[in-house]
């Protein structure tokens, strides 16, 4: 079941390209959503047993290996369609999904989860502070909020969220904003996290030199 607790208007805008690229998401070779996900599971967060915040959950492709190993985990979209099939994926009775645009205050309450995980999301959010407000107020102490995001370098060279809409044939590239690597890592200090891990990642067959694919950000509370 999907509960919604904001009003996300239909038809326009990134949810809506969202909920027109649900269909093929996952069918799609994506690369950069394939390293993400492999990043996610050697980063060796605490999750086993813990209370999990997912926000931009998706289709709910890390939803489903957190919700394995979680106490509890909420996860949490703006696009119907894509959580449409999220719930359809994980039948886990630990995981609930919630329709939310991650832009409004959050649904939980404060001090309520043990780690926050944020795959690909902030790069469709313009304005980061409120995402990191509220992760500060709904993490416990010592909690943490890991981010996974496009390198802004490869933003730079032009890379971003795309998908061949089925209904036109057309490629739609999904709105998105620069964030520099200091905005995500002062943006996480302002709040009043520590940084515990920067890292920047390549394909494994990338050369040494080419530009980095994602990078990924542990914070602590
Ligand atoms: C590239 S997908 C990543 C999905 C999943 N995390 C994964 O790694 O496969 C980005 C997701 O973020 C969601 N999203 C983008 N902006 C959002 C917002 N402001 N509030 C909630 N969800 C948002 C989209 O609907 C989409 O499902």
Redesign the pocket.
Known sequence: MICKMSKVRKGTG??AA?DRWAETYDADPNRT?EL??EILRLAELPIAGRDILE?????G??TEWLATQAASIIA????EE?LRRATTRVRDSKARFIQ????IRWPLADETADTIIA???LE??EHLKTVFAEAVRVLRLNGRLFICELHPMRQLMGGQ?QFSNTQTGELERVGAFLHNVSDFVNGGLSAGFEVRRLDEWRDPEAPSDSIPRLLSLQLRL
């Not at 949490?76 to 696009?79: A, I, V």
């Open positions: 990134i949810a969202y959503r993400a996900g926000i931009g959950c998706g289709t492709r890390n949490l979209d703006f696009s894509m939310h645009d991650v832009r795959m690909l999301i469709h959010v969220a």
